[in-house]
């Protein structure tokens, strides 16, 4: 047997999981097809994560979170939402949570980044960069990979943490329900006029949802989803247009609000597989 476990995916989850098992002192190879300089230095791409207190609970554990900069880890401590217009919102109030806030904000790249460095010292923890897997087989016994290359590569347990649309869950014959909403989440940083109280909002306009998130200093994001057919009402629009736009649809209350960031388009798909494990197997993230 090659390795106690392989994990396919150096993503967030991947990498989570195999710094939680580190300490074990099992063999655990991870196989990545982006380069080894992408996970050590992710690019932002306008992600910025709501976290609960459970994800910095893990977090916290694995030393994830003490690799993210103060700067870098934003408040939700309380949050509105709206349906139609900016009247009556539904209030949520952190005090009433036992908690000093709701939930934190961090970018994407830097969660990627910290899980990256957290599994990096460790000696019985391996990492396949810029590889791809062709194949998986399991028997009673072991797991089987195949890259790309032709090489094969066998472990106790193969787990998938390679996204939603995991190919090496198709290899398993484990299917999907997946759903296509026909929308897509347009994400951005805006830059604010006035304070937003670390309060977060979800606007259920009659054309499109609108979430503004609060970030450190007089920042936000914000979140669009509209139908797919209309993105583009959002994604030509100048950044003078856009900044307009959003600060219009929330009624001045934050001032003057302008685009900080490219806007990038994620398509709104929802998947869930029929299971999440087969013999040697195991799928996640």
């Known amino acids: 047997m090659d390795h106690d476990i392989i994990i396919i995916g150096a ?38 994560i ?7 609970k893990i977090m916290t554990e694995t030393g994830m979170w003490g690799r993210i900069a103060d700067k870098d880890i934003s408040l939700i401590k309380d949050a509105k939402v709206l349906n139609g217009t900016l ?5 949520f109030d952190h005090r009433k949570s036992g908690k000093e806030n709701l939930g934190f904000m961090i970018s994407n790249h830097h969660i990627r980044r910290a899980a990256y460095e957290v599994v990096k ?27 790309k290359s032709g090489k094969e590569l066998t472990a106790s347990l193969v787990v998938s943490a390679d996204s939603r649309f995991s190919a ?9 329900d997946m759903r296509d909403f026909g929308r897509t989440c347009i994400v951005c940083k805006v830059k604010l006029d006035r304070e937003h109280d670390d309060t977060a909002y979800e606007c259920f306009f009659y054309d499109r949802t609108l979430a503004v998130l609060p970030l450190k200093g007089k920042y936000c994001s914000v979140v669009t989803t509209i139908a797919t057919k209309d993105a583009h009402l959002v994604l030509d629009q100048t950044p003078e247009e856009f900044g307009d736009e959003i600060t219009n649809r929330m009624e001045g209350r934050f001032g003057n609000m302008s685009l900080d960031t490219e806007l990038f388009p994620y398509p709104l798909v929802g998947t869930y597989a029929d299971k999440f494990y087969a013999n040697r197997y195991a799928l996640m993230g």
Do not use: C, W
């Open 168 to 176: 090496t869950r198709r290899m398993m014959g484990i299917s999907t």
């Open 11 to 48: 993503g967030p989850a991947g990498l989570s999981f195999a710094r939680l098992l580190a300490d074990t002192g099992m063999s655990i190879l991870l196989i990545e097809k982006q380069k080894e300089s992408i996970l050590a230095k992710p690019d932002y791409d306008g992600r910025e």
């Open 50 to 56: 709501a976290l609960t207190h459970l994800s910095y």
């Open 87 to 91: 009247d009556s919102p539904l209030f």
């Open 121 to 147: 010292p460790y000696k019985n923890i391996k990492l396949m960069t810029g590889e791809e897997v062709s194949g998986v087989s399991t028997d009673a016994t072991s797991g089987t990979i195949t890259l």
